[in-house]
């Protein structure tokens, strides 16, 4: 779903016409004798463990908290602190072998009244709050019998923790609690946005989103070194849902919101949605080398948007802010940088280690280009251009969806990218387990000295890679991606072992279709292949058709759901990502399904008699809403022998 906190940074359509942004305002003031919080990168547990019985001591404290770097802004919050030591964001972590005994005092530092959750007896979703008067104190003793990954909150007296904005925010915890044997080697990340309104002023608002208490590029760098079998803990304390994208790898889901998932319908999957107040736990091999990115593939939460960088301190002007990137040099922030809610991965060779050849590679020439008055209220367009033969395609002028790229699993090709624009650009290769250097993240991908930069204005960049797996995928703007994807910056990307029948074989891409909305902070165009009135889909029935979904609309996950009149009908999943589904997976099914921004899937469908039917692709939440019309036809009759 779309946040209600995103900003739009760019002139923007309102009524017609183009408006530019109310400018940034003050960021509330800190108390200068506050204790200063800290960020918790939720490897070393809390308290006192002997013989299966923690304690803890835990205190709520008024605190000052830098969540980008240390020159950037700072700002008030409320913070957990283990009696005794620094205040941290997020709380401390509670990890424990499960059977353990809890016994923890609290006390209430701060001057409000506030109700603390998530302190469970067991993995059960009962009532499990207490109150804490301003200056009060409690003591409580639990049992952590159920295995699983959860987390303890705080929040303001008459208020539940999807209602946290700003002071309460960060009154957040990890807990995990260990089945016997459990592997405790695992990286935990907690996602957490500060969020401050301005009241009776329309879109004003600082807002930030952090995993373990930093936003990208002050997150942790994590290295790994090739061949390492990963583990990662997700938990999202933010009120909706993240679809987290790893570049480079598949990862295998093994628990969602503490339900372990059978090893026979394991999913592999580059991009998956964590719902809010959820968990996930996920792990890959770290199998190519290189430079990667895990990060939530809502643009607005990967950008400026989500950063206090350039807000102002104490006046209404925007201060320009140093900040430090992964290797300590001071710069200023970069136009189109990316923040937020983002790791970086670095993955070291093992001796010997040699790319794979490209000798031989398939070369296309794909062009990134800016078409005038594309999309609403003479807005332009930003998109792709395939050329076709010895043909170069006109200058201004884009297809949304960008031309399907259809390549052969395992066959090298050599993507000639031509950035006709006089601003830089970047394109990612989305879901393909390729080499590093060609990933697309600008100052990122790459081994060693060969970095990736970004593909400069009136410039070119070459992109060879050998795409290993069969399957439906996409490729999208990298660099500003939330204004260029919104403008038709995006395609997909078809693997096959041999050529598609096309009568059987049919692509379904959601995305953007215009520019944010001043008055909303959303994007409510969308387009389905292209158009708000889609052409329909034509089927035989007694055939089995295979449709693919790409969803690529940057603020909205979207639901497609298949109906016959008012009745929804039914299909068969096969593929997530690019991924074939393992067979338990592969079972009937009503259809519809919930994806977002960078989730693909393939379902098969049959009819079992000519009609009409109906996909509806709509926004999850009141936003907009495209139908797309299937038209089933009789088989042709079969001649007499």
């Not at 593939?297 to 960088?309: G, N, P, R, Y």
């Amino acid at each position: 779903m779309m946040s209600v906190h995103v900003l739009a940074l760019v002139a923007v359509a309102f009524q017609g016409q183009l408006v530019a942004p109310l400018p940034r305002v003050p960021l509330p003031r800190v108390n200068p004798a506050a204790v200063v919080a800290v960020a918790n990168d939720n490897r070393a547990p809390a308290g006192r463990l002997r013989s299966q019985v923690l304690t803890l001591d835990l205190d709520v404290v008024v605190a000052r908290w830098r969540p980008e770097g240390p020159d950037d802004p700072e700002v008030p919050i409320l913070a957990f602190a283990e009696r005794g030591s620094a205040a941290l964001v997020p709380g401390p972590m509670l990890r424990v072998p499960q059977g353990t005994t809890v016994r923890m005092r609290i006390r209430n530092r701060s001057d409000s009244a506030l109700v603390i959750g998530g302190l469970r007896a067991t993995g059960a979703a009962v009532p499990d709050t207490l109150s804490l008067a301003a200056g009060g104190e409690s003591e409580l003793q639990f049992r952590l019998d159920a295995a699983g990954t959860w987390y303890y909150w705080g929040a303001f007296a008459g208020t539940r923790d999807v209602d946290r904005t700003w002071l309460d925010s960060q009154l957040n915890g990890v807990i995990v609690v260990d089945r016997p044997g459990a592997r405790t080697d695992d990286y935990i990340w907690l996602m957490s946005e500060w969020f401050h309104p301005y009241p009776n002023r329309l879109q004003a608002f600082e807002t930030v989103a952090v995993i373990n208490g930093k936003a990208f590029p002050h997150t942790p760098l994590l290295r790994l070194t090739q061949g390492d079998s990963t583990r990662f803990r997700v938990v999202n304390t933010i009120p909706f849902g993240h679809p987290m994208h790893l570049h480079g790898f598949y990862y295998r889901i093994e628990e969602s919101n503490n339900k372990p998932v059978p090893a026979a319908e394991q999913t592999l999957t580059n991009t998956d949605m964590v719902q809010g107040g959820t968990s996930e736990v996920f792990s890959f091999l770290a199998n190519t080398p290189g430079n990667w990115v895990f990060h939530c593939h809502f643009a607005f939460h990967v950008d400026e948007t989500s950063s206090l960088v350039g807000a102002p301190r104490d006046s209404a002007e925007a201060a320009a802010l140093a900040h430090a990137s992964h290797d300590g040099a001071a710069h200023a922030p970069a136009e189109h940088s990316m923040r937020g809610l983002a790791i970086a991965i670095t993955v070291e060779p093992t001796p010997g280690y040699v790319a794979p050849s490209t000798e031989g590679a398939r070369t296309m020439h794909l062009y990134v280009q800016r078409e005038p008055n594309r999309l609403v209220a003479g807005v332009p367009a930003v998109g792709f251009m395939l050329q076709r033969g010895d043909s170069v395609p006109p200058q201004n002028r884009v297809r949304i969806p960008g031309p399907t790229l259809e390549l052969e699993r395992g066959k090298p090709v050599r993507i000639v990218v031509h950035n006709t624009m006089d601003e830089p650009t970047s394109v990612h290769w989305h879901g393909l387990e390729i080499e590093s250097y060609p990933d697309g993240v600008p100052n990122w991908s790459g081994l060693g000295n060969r970095m990736y930069g970004q593909v400069a204005a009136r410039d070119s960049f070459v992109a060879e890679f050998i795409p290993p797996r069969s399957g439906t995928y996409l490729y999208h703007s990298h660099l500003n991606d939330r204004a260029h994807i919104l403008s038709g910056m995006y395609g997909a990307l078809l693997v096959s072992d041999g050529p598609r029948d096309l009568t059987r074989d049919h692509l379904i891409v959601a995305g953007g279709g215009g520019p944010p909305v001043v008055a909303k902070n959303e994007s409510p165009y969308a387009y389905v292949n292209g158009s708000r009135s889609p052409a329909p889909l034509r089927l035989t029935a007694g055939e089995t058709h295979r449709l693919r979904f790409v969803s690529i609309h940057p603020d909205w996950a979207i639901n497609f759901t298949m109906r016959s009149d008012s009745a929804v009908v039914q299909w068969r999943p096969i593929a997530k990502d690019g991924a074939d589904l393992p067979e338990a997976r592969r079972t009937p099914r009503l259809a519809r399904v919930l994806m977002g921004p960078g989730e693909t899937a393939d379902f098969e469908f049959t009819a079992a008699k000519p009609g009409h039917y109906v996909i509806d692709v709509t926004s999850d939440g009141a936003g907009w809403q495209i139908p797309l019309e299937v038209i089933v036809e009789a088989r042709a009759p079969t001649s007499p022998p």
